[in-house]
């Protein structure tokens, strides 16, 4: 049986959504497969967490939770028998013609199944047509059950209301999950399925394959694949939340005159113009410029990093006469 959802994810049941997001997103770093790569549970524990964010995560599906309609796989609770109407399993408790409340209840005897009915004023219904009889039997095994054919009271597994779910996780570069592509996914079965990544795909993100799961039993409808997406690292680019850092490698003569150099994106090269005497460690930001979440693209954050030449004796010469000029200490005040 699957854990509480709220225990899962390590949040009270009055959390908020925000709340709820922002620790899931920080258990998905601490239990992801690639971070836990020695421990053979690692992709369990992950598929759990990601199955417990998928259900409280959707609005419907949380309340229905809370009022315990669903259990924490999402499948519906089996609460019983809670009363029958006459001719139709389920119905409840039945008005009587002066008003009364009429209760219905079924047994089974010698003479087979009777039907009892608790009137205040007394007195009992004889036994229910063959119809009511085959109509609670469908009620329970979840089709029409017929007059012949096994017996529907033999030991039997429990009907399923649905097929297992499965989670796979799929590697994806990371300029194909910032910009968009389609993925191949092959299944358990060895089906092998195109999946759509949306541009701004981050890390942990699902995808549902609706009917790709485990197959059901008694003839119930199969479970759903949920695909979730690794993104690869990039050697330029980090993604923080949905917007970018890029570190630009920059000659020491266009940190000191400044001009314009060219720097990369998720779109192509832009022309960053650089001040005069720009220092390592200076920051530009280009709005817009980063991952495209929903349409609402983040920006990108471009920090300037000095790169010196191995080796030339000029600027070795002038370094020496600038430090016989410097009157300074950049490390002064630390």
């Keep these: 049986m699957a854990r509480d959802p709220y225990d899962v994810i390590g949040v009270a049941r009055s959390a908020s959504a925000d709340e709820i997001k922002k ?45 315990g309609e669903i259990d924490a796989e999402g499948k519906p609770r089996f609460t019983g028998f809670e009363g029958f109407s006459r001719g139709r399993p389920g119905a409840g408790p039945q008005a009587g013609p002066s008003g009364e409340t009429i209760f219905e209840s079924f047994s089974f005897g010698p003479d087979g199944f009777r039907r009892s009915t608790n009137r205040p004023g007394g007195g009992q219904a004889g036994p229910p047509p063959m119809d009511d009889f085959f109509d609670i039997l469908s009620g329970m095994t979840g089709g029409r059950a017929g007059r012949a054919g096994p017996d529907p009271f033999e030991p039997g597994p429990p009907p399923r209301a649905g097929g297992e779910d499965i989670t796979l996780t799929i590697k994806v570069p990371f300029l194909d999950a910032a910009r968009g592509s389609t993925q191949r996914v092959v299944l358990p079965t060895g ?57 630009l490698p920059v000659a020491l003569d266009e940190a000191i005159l400044g001009g314009k150099v060219r720097a990369p994106t998720l779109d192509g090269e832009v022309e960053l113009t650089l001040p005069a005497m720009t220092s390592s460690g200076k920051t530009f930001r280009l709005r817009g410029k980063g991952l495209p979440v929903e349409g609402n693209p983040g920006d990108l954050y471009v920090t300037v990093r000095i790169v010196l030449p ?5 600027l070795e010469g002038f370094a020496r006469v600038l430090k016989d000029r410097r009157k300074t200490n950049p490390r002064e005040g630390l």
């Design 23 to 67: 620790a899931f997103r920080k258990k998905a770093k601490q239990l992801h497969p690639d971070a836990n790569a020695n421990d053979p549970k690692a992709q369990d524990r992950f598929a759990e967490l990601n199955n417990a964010y998928e259900l409280l995560s959707d609005a419907d599906k949380r309340k229905s939770f809370d009022r």
């Design 191 to 247: 089906e092998a399925v195109d999946v759509k990544v949306p541009p701004g795909t981050r890390e942990g993100h699902r995808m549902r394959l609706r009917g790709k799961g485990k197959p059901g039993s008694l003839g119930r409808p199969q479970g759903d694949a949920y695909v979730v997406v690794s993104v690869e690292p990039h050697s330029a680019f980090k993604a923080e939340g949905r917007n970018l850092t890029l570190d």
């Design 310 to 314: 191995e080796a030339s004796p000029d």
